[in-house]
């Protein structure tokens, strides 16, 4: 990512570091000075950029990071960044030398990674920390919660390992019925209960995702890992109106090339879409290749000066076309379009917005979805 050159791209996307700020504000004030905050940068910041995002919540609060894979865990090392980082998940065995090279606290699933783990690290005589994940229903990774104490007993006798934490996720925090989370809840609490009964200590206890730390204080623990609402995005339609977010991306291009073809002209490859003459087709260095989804061809809009313009035609990899129609409106008519002109493709201008839940509903998908994919090659310009 760092390779990337803004100045040689005229599609960009621009990261609002004081949203981030504020974002973290709002938790802080949600969950209190007393629990830790564990800020989910986990693929390259959900797309924002994950060392520009780790520097800013950090300043601004936040105590630990979460991350995906050692890699990301590397990447924010080499940038310098010393707080904590925990992986969300376990990684491979051959993976273990980063771990300790880098401080990386990985989460535990299996015994045989642990006690790897604990040999690898007595032998370099460093005590590694790790969180034990407790499946309590999501059924995705982690130990069975009726099985965790018996796991910490057979791993507990190692010297070189340190039980840090012990945390579980929540598969239905976000959706409007509450029976599911209410069933993972109650597994996770009388499993801190029973190691606490059987002199276990859990060490930090998390389990709060964004949608829990929105709506449910039960489920903060010692820590919460939000992770969408940090870019200002909400986990889904039910956390609307609970908390205020700031969207810290948008998505911006300049056009490349205007024309007006003949009446019947196509546009893009297939040719689908057919000009009816009197408008303009200016085209956009930005397509799928950019995370625009080939899916919204024809099913978009851009903002020009504060206006709404369609999209017109087969989205390409690396460009696409909008129509824009300045001799429509004679009472408030668009000025044409020419080539350096600057368009929005998620964000707000003259009043109107572009959001990603908007393009997320039209695709039938979440704004998480999107936000990664157009972090991975528009260059980030951090404001
Ligand atoms: C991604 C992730 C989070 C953050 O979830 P958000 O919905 O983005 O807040 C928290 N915990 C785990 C284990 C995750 O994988």
């Given at each position: 990512?760092?390779?990337?050159?803004?100045?040689?791209?005229?599609?960009?996307l621009?990261?609002?570091?004081?949203a981030i700020t504020?974002?973290?504000y709002?938790?802080?004030?949600?969950?209190?000075?007393?629990?830790?905050?564990?800020?989910?940068?986990?693929?390259?910041g959900?797309?924002?950029?994950?060392?520009?995002?780790?520097?800013?919540?950090?300043?601004?609060g936040?105590?630990?990071?979460?991350?995906?894979?050692?890699?990301?865990?590397?990447?924010?090392?080499?940038?310098?960044?010393t707080?904590?980082?925990?992986?969300?998940?376990?990684?491979?065995?051959?993976?273990i030398?980063?771990?300790?090279?880098?401080?990386i606290?990985?989460?535990?699933?299996?015994?045989?990674?642990?006690?790897?783990l604990?040999?690898?690290?007595?032998?370099?005589?460093?005590?590694?920390?790790?969180?034990?994940?407790?499946?309590?229903?999501?059924?995705?990774?982690?130990?069975?919660?009726?099985?965790?104490i018996?796991?910490?007993?057979?791993?507990?006798?190692?010297?070189?390992?340190k039980?840090?934490?012990?945390y579980?996720?929540?598969?239905?925090?976000?959706?409007?019925?509450?029976?599911?989370?209410?069933?993972?809840l109650?597994?996770?609490?009388?499993?801190?209960?029973?190691?606490?009964?059987?002199?276990?200590?859990?060490?930090?206890?998390?389990?709060?995702?964004?949608?829990?730390?929105?709506?449910?204080?039960?489920?903060?623990?010692?820590?919460?890992?939000?992770?969408?609402?940090?870019?200002?995005?909400?986990?889904?339609?039910?956390?609307?109106?609970?908390?205020?977010?700031?969207p810290?991306?948008?998505?911006?291009?300049?056009?490349?090339?205007?024309?007006?073809?003949?009446?019947?002209?196509?546009?893009?490859?297939?040719?689908?879409?057919?000009?009816?003459?009197?408008?303009?087709?200016?085209?956009?260095?930005?397509?799928?290749?950019?995370?625009?989804s080939?899916?919204?061809?024809?099913r978009?809009?851009?903002?020009?000066?504060?206006?709404?313009?369609?999209?017109?035609g087969?989205i390409?990899?690396?460009?696409?076309?909008?129509e824009?129609?300045?001799?429509?409106?004679?009472?408030?008519?668009?000025?044409?379009i020419?080539?350096?002109?600057?368009?929005?493709?998620?964000?707000?201008?003259?009043?109107?917005?572009l959001?990603?839940?908007?393009?997320?509903?039209e695709?039938?998908?979440?704004?998480?979805?999107?936000?990664?994919?157009?972090?991975?090659?528009?260059?980030?310009?951090y404001?």
């Open positions: 990512m760092s390779s990337m050159r803004p100045d040689t791209r005229s599609a960009w621009e990261i609002d570091g004081s504020a974002n973290m709002a938790i802080r004030e949600r969950v209190g000075r007393q629990r830790l905050i564990c800020a989910v940068v986990k693929a390259n959900y797309g924002h950029g994950a060392v520009f995002v780790a520097r800013t919540v950090l300043a601004a936040a105590d630990r990071l979460a991350v995906a894979t050692v890699d990301e865990a590397i990447e924010l090392r080499q940038a310098g960044i707080a904590p980082i925990l992986l969300l998940g376990e990684p491979p065995i051959a993976s030398p980063y771990l300790l090279e880098y401080d606290t990985p989460t535990i699933t299996t015994i045989d990674f642990a006690l790897t604990g040999e690898m690290a007595d032998l370099s005589g460093m005590v590694a920390p790790y969180h034990l994940k407790v499946n309590t229903g999501m059924n995705r990774i982690g130990i069975h919660y009726t099985e965790a018996e796991f910490l007993n057979a791993i507990s006798f190692h010297r070189g390992l039980h840090e934490g012990t579980t996720h929540f598969a239905t925090a976000d959706l409007i019925e509450d029976w599911d989370f209410k069933i993972q109650s597994r996770f609490k009388e499993l801190i209960d029973a190691m606490k009964l059987a002199d276990i200590d859990p060490g930090i206890v998390h389990a709060a995702n964004s949608a829990c730390t929105i709506r449910y204080p039960a489920t903060y623990f010692d820590m919460v890992r939000p992770g969408i609402m940090l870019y200002g995005l909400h986990p889904s339609k039910v956390t609307y109106g609970k908390i205020n977010l700031k810290a991306m948008s998505v911006h291009a300049c056009v490349t090339h205007v024309k007006e073809p003949l009446v019947g002209e196509g546009v893009s490859y297939g040719l689908q879409y057919r000009c009816p003459g009197n408008v303009q087709i200016a085209t956009l260095p930005i397509g799928y290749g950019d995370g625009l080939r899916l919204l061809s024809d978009m809009y851009v903002l020009y000066r504060g206006r709404r313009v369609p999209q017109v087969t390409c990899m690396d460009q696409m076309m909008i824009v129609d300045y001799k429509k409106s004679l009472l408030n008519p668009l000025p044409p020419t080539v350096g002109d600057e368009v929005i493709i998620i964000g707000e201008d003259g009043g109107d917005k959001t990603l839940d908007m393009m997320a509903d695709l039938g998908t979440i704004n998480y979805e999107l936000a990664c994919s157009f972090g991975m090659r528009l260059p980030h310009i404001v």
